[in-house]
């Protein structure tokens, strides 16, 4: 959409292009009204007009060979009147200085100069020094005069361009930027659809999966406990996990916070998980803390919390192990939680090219965090796992 100020330009083009008529036609009738001249020099006066008019209508396409008539012309209507001197003369300089090119504009705008004093003096100078010089003078002075402010149009004129060019250059840039815009929204929805896939994932697997275990688990211990009195317990085990896994389940589809960590904080959560873990699978498991306790962001709290639970997990699923001791340590840019075992332990490098889902997940959420995880096991010597998050402070600690 075209703005006011090209408004404005296309106007004065197109005034710059009537100039020379109307300064033809004020000087014509200027002529026509003063003066006592016969009806014949009158008619031929007329006539170079008209033929005026049609040379600066036809030949500009020929810069030089049209500012070389126009000069002719611009003497001739000159010497039948000084109105065409006065006024028309002007389309000499304007021309001289838009069509042609490097000291070729000087040329016309100083025989149109030479032309105009020709005409004002009624003829040319007187053949002394002091006419010749000051006809000379003259001539130089409008010259200067009209290259002046010639070349300041001239330095408008490319600003203009320049603006121009500018506006260009940044409409373009602007159509790129949209086309770039809808490109990131694209892989930003892509990328948001991916991680509430990777998210649903990981808690499904720290919660559905791991609470399906244990079901499994406490229906089969209750079978082989069939005859003794320790079905019931087993059975009443299975019935609490699958509330505390719906329950959970139910957290995640909404991303609310874990069930432990609603109203307790982390080491007591911690606390809670260790002991709830303990008493199922029969095996000790300890925490210590270390450190000031502070609450941390809720996302922080989270990950330490899920990768508690997955080393516990793993613990029971794999380690054989008849003690587990947890270390969550305060310090002051990190919060790490150590998870220590005596179990059979296994190679870690291995684990890094099949570790199943359990290890991906912790590594995953421990790295969204810019956090690093680390495992040190060997067969037979038991596992430990840290994990390490940036100490960042909940912003509104509950009280």
């Known amino acids: 959409m075209p703005t006011r100020l090209d408004t404005w330009e296309g106007r004065l083009d197109r005034l710059m292009a009537a100039v020379p008529y109307v300064l033809l036609a004020v000087s014509t009738a200027l002529f026509l009204l003063t003066g006592s001249h016969s009806a014949d020099y009158r008619l031929v006066t007329l006539g170079l007009a008209v033929l005026t008019a049609g040379w600066v209508a036809l030949m500009t396409r020929w810069p030089a060979l049209y500012i070389a008539g126009l000069v002719i012309l611009i003497a001739a209507l000159s010497m039948r009147g000084i109105w065409f001197a006065s006024f028309f003369a002007f389309t000499g300089y304007l021309h001289s200085w838009q069509l042609l090119r490097g000291m070729w504009r000087f040329v016309g705008v100083a025989a149109t100069a030479a032309i105009s004093i020709v005409a004002y003096g009624g003829g040319p100078p007187e053949p002394t020094p002091t006419a010749i010089l000051s006809y000379l003078f003259f001539v130089a002075a409008i010259v200067a005069l009209v290259g002046l402010f010639s070349f300041v149009g001239d330095v408008t004129a490319e600003r203009s361009a320049e603006r121009k060019r500018m506006v260009s250059q940044l409409e373009a840039t602007m159509r790129e930027n949209a086309g770039l815009h809808a490109q990131l929204l694209i892989q930003a929805r892509e990328a948001g659809v991916l991680d509430e896939r990777q998210r649903m994932a990981g808690e499904i697997h720290d919660t559905l999966a791991q609470g399906l275990t244990g079901i499994i688990t406490q229906l089969q211990a209750a079978t082989h406990a069939r005859e003794s009195g320790e079905w019931q317990r087993h059975i009443d085990n299975a019935t609490r996990l699958a509330r505390e896994s719906l329950a959970e389940a139910r957290r995640s589809v909404h991303a609310v916070a874990p069930g432990p960590l609603e ?137």
């Open 263 to 399: 109203s307790a904080r982390l080491p007591d959560a911690l606390a809670e998980v260790a002991s709830a873990w303990s008493n199922l699978h029969g095996v000790r498991a300890d925490l210590t803390t270390t450190g000031t306790v502070r609450p941390m962001h809720p996302e922080v709290e989270v990950t330490v919390l899920r990768t508690a639970q997955e080393a516990l997990a793993n613990v029971a699923k794999h380690a054989e192990a008849t003690r587990v001791g947890l270390t969550l340590s305060y310090m002051d840019d990190l919060v790490t939680l150590d998870v220590r075992d005596d179990g059979a332990g296994f190679d870690p490098e291995r684990a890094k090219d099949g570790g199943g889902f359990g290890l991906t997940s912790m590594r995953r959420r421990v790295s969204r965090l810019a956090g690093t995880l680390e495992i040190e096991s060997e067969p037979g010597a038991g596992t430990a796992i840290s994990a390490s998050l940036p100490a960042i402070l909940r912003e509104n600690p509950r009280a």
